[in-house]
């Protein structure tokens, strides 16, 4: 036998579990070390490691479980009630253990619920052991009242004991309350638990040096006991900072995430999403699956909404505005023969079944019913433009997701130095077409303005938000695609002169070609965009101006200019449509309780837009001299160290360039 590999494995003189008094008085700073320590395991356990290297290490979280209590009665550190007195044991701290196993309940029963990567987000684990799932909230929280009643009389106690043990106390029930299923709490009411949490950090983090840490009540021995075909594990052991350090994010993440009920509008809901997802540090499992079931839970969006009602209000904000398609009254009409009826009818299947190939055909079909008239150049023999609203709105969407993809993989740093060039182009080629698509909806959303001769408020409304959302969803797209423009141009000439920093090893069976179509996989059996192959993206990123070729004599560098000047320029614009874009009110920038994290990003882009003209600059400079490679490094930077995870900016540092 292997004691790497079994559990079970005694060495000579070892005992099975060690010898550990359960029942021993604990003195007051044993009481707060003890809280500590079993914080900092739940808390471990939050950040992603299993509940058998953290909270299942304890003695008392053991006798707790196990065997499983069928009243709340048995969940006792003494189950033959033999011991006497000892109040801080089996009524403080009997009350915080059973709190804080009812929290971890009702986090596992939320991230269960929802979607998340086992293993890699969180483990759900239970190793056979029941979270005091049969047990009401309101029970335990009674026992935590009688614990603090019970520390509030006791006349022993230091006070500044006191007000630790107490402290923690009332921080373990608002969690309780917080963390609690029950519908009858209001937002506000949940806000301000997690409120409340923050304010009572502090008072426990500066006490923490009062407690005495009991080493001796965790052992890694307990992974015995529990179910598990896993191989023992060493105890997992976070500082009470980092720990604190977590707990305080979580409630603060807590706090923000219940915003999102406030509905603004589809757009602004996803920005919410979009933007809270990517905050710094990265929301625990907990809040983001929260988060999931806040948006959509039994078929209701935001608790409220239906799926119906989200996806007609995103429709009349980008295609549709003030539309008798979209009139939620067509619903009331019974007679067959009503065009609205039909209209309610198409509609409603739509709806069960979104996809560009069943709008287009629907579009057509609808064209019946609404009586839409072609755009054409006013020629008899010239050509019918149909705006095909549903179809276009499924098209908007297919290009937000394919520029989202290309993102992620900045994000995720999953590109090489050698890649950045192409797929850079990449993205800005998709959000070209972008453009071109927006440019075309707001076409057909001015003419269905101009045919409208008398507006009611509601419509004046509509029509409003829609060119609102269309100026922004343009300014945005513009800057993204200036931006990609100048690091693909940048990149391209680093690539020319082998600035960048090389792959460690070669790669003998990779090709260009071959990461190419690894790259666009996602995108290889579209139709619509039309993805550009291998040729053509190397046409577009390589050789450019002739670099390398000597044209009219000059020397590759004074040849590389003219791509710095389309570089720097493209920078420049990027720099100011992303300063008007911060500029824009939070309405239009649909960013409606979420400003000052989507105006942060914003900035962070606007940096490294500077840091990008700066590098830029460098380049030129150099190139007006000696050749390039001597007097040039660039450096990339390090994972996470980007302003924005988007926008991977080289620095070039210079060595021997004359000022």
């Not at 990003?601 to 001597?630: F, L």
Request: some cysteine; aromatic content about 10%; hydrophobic content about 40%.
């Amino acid at each position: 036998m292997d004691p790497k590999m079994d559990s079970g494995f005694l060495t000579q003189g070892e005992t099975f579990e060690d010898e550990f008094d359960i029942l021993k008085e604990l003195l007051p700073e044993e009481m707060v070390g003890l809280m500590d320590q079993v914080l900092r395991h739940e808390m471990a356990w939050h950040m992603g490691h299993p509940l058998s290297q953290s909270l299942f290490t304890s003695y008392y979280i053991d006798r707790l479980l196990w065997p499983e209590p069928k009243k709340l009665e048995e969940a006792s550190f003494d189950r033959q009630a033999r011991a006497t007195g000892n109040g801080m044991l089996h009524v403080v701290f009997r009350a915080y253990c059973l709190a804080l196993i009812k929290c971890c309940d009702h986090v596992h029963t939320r991230i269960r619920a929802e979607h998340y990567y086992e293993e890699e987000d969180f483990v759900s684990n239970l190793y056979n052991r029941n979270l005091l799932t049969n047990f009401e909230t309101d029970q335990i929280e009674l026992l935590l009242r009688e614990a603090m009643k019970f520390t509030e009389q006791q006349p022993k106690i230091d006070e500044a004991l006191r007000r630790a043990i107490l402290a923690r106390l009332t921080l373990r029930q608002q969690i309780l309350r917080a963390m609690d299923f029950e519908p009858i709490l209001e937002k506000d009411n949940r806000i301000q638990l997690w409120k409340n949490c923050m304010d009572l950090l502090p008072e426990v983090h500066q006490t923490q040096s009062l407690g005495t840490p009991v080493k001796e009540a965790f052992s890694v021995k307990m992974q015995r006991k529990l179910t598990s075909s896993v191989p023992p594990r060493p105890m997992v052991e976070i500082t009470f900072d980092d720990a604190h350090e977590f707990l305080s994010n979580l409630c603060r993440d807590a706090a923000d995430v219940y915003h999102v009920l406030d509905y603004h509008g589809c757009s602004n809901l996803l920005t919410f999403t979009y933007v809270f997802q990517s905050r710094k540090p990265q929301p625990a499992i907990y809040i983001r699956c929260l988060l999931q079931s806040l948006i959509f839970h039994d078929m209701r969006v935001l608790g409220k909404i239906t799926i119906t009602t989200l996806i007609f209000d995103d429709l009349a904000e980008l295609v549709l505005p003030a539309a008798t398609l979209l009139d939620p009254a067509n619903a009331n009409v019974e007679p067959p023969q009503d065009p609205r009826f039909q209209m309610a009818k198409e509609m409603g299947g739509f709806v069960l079944r979104v996809g560009d190939l069943e709008a287009e055909n629907l579009d057509v079909e609808l064209r019946k019913y609404t009586g839409e008239k072609p755009l054409t150049d006013g020629s008899p023999s010239g050509p019918e433009i149909w705006s095909f609203p549903l179809s276009s709105w499924a098209y908007y969407y297919k290009l937000r997701q394919m520029e989202w993809i290309v993102q992620l993989g900045f994000e995720l740093d999953i590109y090489q130095n050698d890649e950045l060039s192409s797929m850079y182009w990449q993205l800005s080629h998709i959000v070209g077409a972008k453009i071109q698509h927006v440019e075309r909806i707001r076409t057909f959303v001015t003419r269905r303005s101009r045919q409208l001769r008398r507006w009611s408020a509601n419509q004046t409304h509509n029509f409003k938000q829609c060119f609102s959302f269309l100026e922004f969803t343009l300014t945005e797209a513009s800057a993204t695609q200036w931006f990609a423009i100048s690091l693909s141009k940048l990149y391209t000439v680093l690539l020319q002169f082998n600035l960048l920093p090389s792959r460690p090893e070669p790669l003998p069976y990779s090709t260009a070609e071959l990461r190419h179509a690894l790259r666009l996989r996602p995108f290889m059996q579209l139709s619509i965009p039309e993805v550009p192959s291998y040729a053509e993206l190397t046409a577009a990123t390589s050789n450019v101006s002739g670099i390398n070729k000597h044209e009219g004599g000059l020397p590759a560098e004074k040849q590389s200019l003219p791509v710095l000047d389309m570089a720097d320029e493209a920078s420049k614009v990027a720099r100011k449509e992303w300063e008007a874009l911060s500029k824009m009110d939070v309405q239009a920038a649909r960013c409606v309780d979420c400003e000052d994290w989507w105006r942060k990003s914003v900035k962070n882009v606007i940096r490294a837009c500077i840091i990008c003209s700066i590098a830029i600059s460098t380049m030129k400079k150099g190139a007006q001299d000696k050749p390039v490679k001597h007097i040039l490094h660039a450096e990339m930077p390090e994972d996470g160290k980007t302003y924005h995870d988007f926008w991977v900016v080289p620095k070039l540092t210079t060595e021997g360039l004359l000022k």
